[in-house]
């Protein structure tokens, strides 16, 4: 395909256009290619398909035109030389650490992680020899020290979930470099739209394509970009051990591309908006979102970011009570543990997302019975306020 047309093209109008080769048919919109299989006009084409001599679709375990289509979009709006799709968040990053790591290596990681990622690398990378640090997202004294001769990885999420935490990219970047380590940047809560950690020197990026990338909660799927010399190791994963996307998951995620920048502005406007209008409530004690002026790294998160995401962390007076009965007050947001749609989200994290925890890994993490977190949608902006007066009202 020629996607010369492309260089030097917006963001926009890599996230509507690019990666798509038009079939012979002429096709408009991009194809999905429901085949576990190709054929070949001779054996000798099969032979030089399968040994790598001549490039081709052979098995839609780990080549389809419709996945290749939204992996090329995906590499054009990171920035990165190539895109591995995955069958979810979490098949994006065992396949990362099955392509780079082996027994006996050590991965440093921000305290701050989704919890599923904590329980993989904790109980299963660590059965193979594997073992992980955390350290406090935003100290980068703390990643030094965590550094060792076997440190093979570093994995941040930025911001985090749900206080807004933000991790240096460019610094951290850095400190891998100089250990000759990988960082590795979860981008899930931002999205090319907000932040391209290629650009600020990380080596991969991971997607949990489920969130924003498809924006209105339809398919799992996952992603990782990067450099080639990588990519091609982690490719190798996925063709041997099978966390590949559907074609028809590549398919919903481009559609959900198209609209990747608009949806995010839109998203951001919202979240700002409901932000700045709970930190003046008088029932709301402190709100943890990086585009308020108040956020302890804003000048980081102008510097880093395009936008602020979507995600609010909300302490509440009364603890519990008072988190609860906010939340039992609302109509129109969804209680649910999930984000990155059109419909705006609330949860309790203290006895959902982080209810496993310890009380005193809770209050390390920062994670109060008052919090309540929401991730915000794409309603009108009075309706929302609306929703969430009716309890904070009645406090
Ligand atoms: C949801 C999520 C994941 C996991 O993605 P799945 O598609 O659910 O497997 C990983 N990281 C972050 C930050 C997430 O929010």
Known sequence: MNDDFLHGAGLDTLAVRAGHARTAEQEH????FPTSSFVYGSAAEAARKFSGEEPG????RFT???VRTFEKRLAALEGGERCVATSSGMAAILS????????????????A???STVSLFNKYLGKFGIVTRYVESSDLAAWEAAMTPRTRLLF?????NPLSELVDIAALAEIAHRHEAWLAIDNCFLTPALQRPLALGADLVIHSATKYLDGQGRAIGGAVVGRDKELEELLGVVRTCGPCMSPFNAWVFLKGLETLGIRMKAHCENTLALAQWLEAHPAVERVHYSGLESHPQHALAKRQQRGFGAVLGVEIEGGRDGAWAVIDATRLMSI??????VKSTITHPATTTHGRLSDEQKLAAGIGEGLIRIAVGLEDIDDLKGDLARGLDAL
């Open 96 to 111: 990362t650490a099955l392509a780079l790591l082996e027994a006996g290596d050590e991965i440093v990681a921000s305290r």
């Open 29 to 32: 919109g991009e194809p999905i």
């Open 113 to 115: 992680l989704f919890g």
């Open 156 to 160: 941040a999420e930025t911001p985090s």
């Open 336 to 341: 649910t543990g999930n984000l990155g749609d």
């Open 64 to 66: 389809n035109p419709t």
């Open 57 to 60: 679709n052979i098995y839609s």
